[in-house]
């Protein structure tokens, strides 16, 4: 694929890969390290609308930075345009230029909140948001996906409807609500949403290789990427896309996660967090199921620390 910048309104991307927005994983040590290696863009996790507006403190800390993260985009869900434009509005989200609102969501607690991909089934209610979001003045772009079930291809109506109600870029999650995250994504569904707008529209789904990046790109015209598990799995798939120049290698990218990670958390919860990394660090690597088992039962970060000192 070729990498290039990307306008979004009035915030210059430096490239478009870009990391997504995932419940649980792009916290600020994410955001911050897939940033270093490489990332043109790096989405916080979905941040509840209500929550910022009433002061909930675990959205707070969801939208946590120390200022150091060149483009970083924040993503919101709601239901209701009050509520997602007085988010945009807040306090808490004045540190970001870009907003995302999530209309792709499968989770059944978010969907039956009428949230995420339950705007899928109401295309004014989804219009009605992206234009209220649009006053604050935010840069506004819009995450979808393809539909609620197989057979349904909506992303082009979509793509429209964001275009002309102001968002400023689109990515399709090429999948349907009932595929969650497992599938080959729908490249087609993609293209013609790509074809229907001017706005820039990034593709999303199945991203884990060099090869998957340039294949989704040859098949819908995407202006970029976005990556998810992949870059989870592969902590530098961003810069082999990139090809950034980096220092880091899988013992001290894991030990900066650590520490960042400290940087927000305190240490016993910092310990109890980073294990659910730790199968995706260590994924068809021979050799590792000692340091595997030990790390996965570590209590605190000394240990973390001394384990991957030790053994990597």
């Known amino acids: 694929m070729q990498i290039k910048e990307l306008r979004v309104g009035n915030t210059l991307v430096k490239n478009n890969v870009f990391l997504a927005p995932m419940a649980g994983y792009t ?13 043109g863009l790096a989405f ?3 941040v509840s609308a209500k929550g910022l507006v009433f ?10 930075s120390k200022g150091d993260e060149e483009n970083t985009a924040v993503q919101i869900f709601g239901s209701e345009e009050y509520y997602m434009r007085k988010a945009c509005e807040s306090q808490e989200l004045s540190p970001f230029n870009i907003v995302d609102i999530n209309m792709g969501c499968p989770v059944p607690k978010v969907f039956k909140n009428g949230e995420g991909s ?3 089934t109401d295309i004014k209610k989804a219009e009605r948001i992206v234009k209220e979001c649009v006053k604050s003045g935010k840069d506004i772009t819009v995450k979808i996906r393809t539909g609620l079930k197989h057979g349904d291809d909506i992303a082009a109506e979509y793509a429209i409807m964001a275009e002309n109600s102001g968002a400023k ?3 399709v999650h090429g999948r349907v609500r009932e595929d969650y995250y497992s599938g080959e994504p729908d490249y087609k569904a993609i293209e013609r949403a790509k074809n229907a707008v001017k706005i820039p529209v990034i593709a999303n789904g199945g991203i884990f290789t060099k090869t998957d990046a340039d294949l989704m790109i040859e098949r819908t015209g995407a202006d970029g990427v976005m990556l998810a598990r992949g870059a989870i799995a592969n902590p530098f798939l961003a810069a082999e896309l990139t090809e950034t120049q980096t220092d880091k290698n899988i013992k001290n990218y894991m030990t900066s996660h650590l520490k960042l990670m400290l940087e927000v958390k305190d240490d016993r919860r910092a310990a109890l967090e980073f294990r659910k990394f730790i199968p995706y660090y260590f994924k068809g690597v021979v050799g590792v199921k000692e340091l595997k088992n030990k790390l996965m039962a570590a209590e605190n970060t000394a240990s973390v620390f001394e384990l991957i000192d030790k053994y990597l």
């Open 169 to 171: 870029l689109i990515t």
């Open 118 to 120: 339950a705007l899928l």
């Open 44 to 46: 916080t996790e979905l």
């Open 27 to 39: 916290d600020y040590a994410i955001r911050k390290l897939q940033l270093i290696v490489g990332a």
């Open 55 to 64: 002061g909930g403190e675990g959205s707070k800390e969801l939208l946590y």
